[in-house]
């Protein structure tokens, strides 16, 4: 895959990505995810669609590629995002951190606060987000609880000034050996094909 000299997005993705997202910088040091970073894992698919996913941080695929969800979970979700017939390349992909914390815990307040610029950049404009899992809810409607009581349960977020639908739904790590995650993560990926692609 052609990858951009100024970007670690591939190049026709670099070209279409909205002016008022921002990245962090390579040498970014705003939190201690720096130390051990192979490559900043960026926003992939269509940065102008409507729809984004957003994970919880990169794991050692991803490091490595400087891609999101190109390993374990991310081939899970290929595969139920290509069973219930949404194109990946028709939504964004992005992650609450943009690099990866060791032994692939979950990222800390800290470390999401310091990405939290480029999130909102990225987030900025659009229709509805999907919230993959604990971080992604934490972080963005600030929810601690169970995963299970606000799954596919609609919510609202506001960032800078537009109030965007937030879908809460399971990550697709949690679903690798339960059915009934796994269903609950077909359907939000089903009605976000339905009502919004
Ligand atoms: N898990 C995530 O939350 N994001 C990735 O990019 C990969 C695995």
Known sequence: MKQSRLFNYVEEEADSAPSEMIRPKD????CGLCVGRT?????????????VFVGEAPGETED?????????SGKLLDRLMKDEG???????????????????RAP??????????FLESELYEKEVIVGLGKSSCRDLLGYEG??????????????R??????????????CIYNRDSTDALRATIRRVRDEFL
């Open 146 to 159: 169970k995963m299970g009581d606000i799954v596919n349960k609609d919510r609202s977020i506001v960032v």
């Open 108 to 117: 800390t307040e800290e470390e999401m606060a310091a990405c939290r610029q």
């Open 27 to 30: 040498c970014c040091k705003l």
């Open 64 to 72: 490595k590629l400087g891609r999101p969800f190109v390993g374990k």
């Open 86 to 104: 949404l194109d990946r390349s028709k939504v964004m992909i992005t992650n609450t951190v943009k690099c990866r914390p060791p032994n692939n």
């Open 161 to 174: 000034d537009r109030e965007i639908l937030f879908i809460p739904t399971y990550h697709p790590a949690a």
């Open 39 to 51: 490559n900043l894992v960026l926003p992939s698919g269509d940065l102008r669609s409507k729809v």
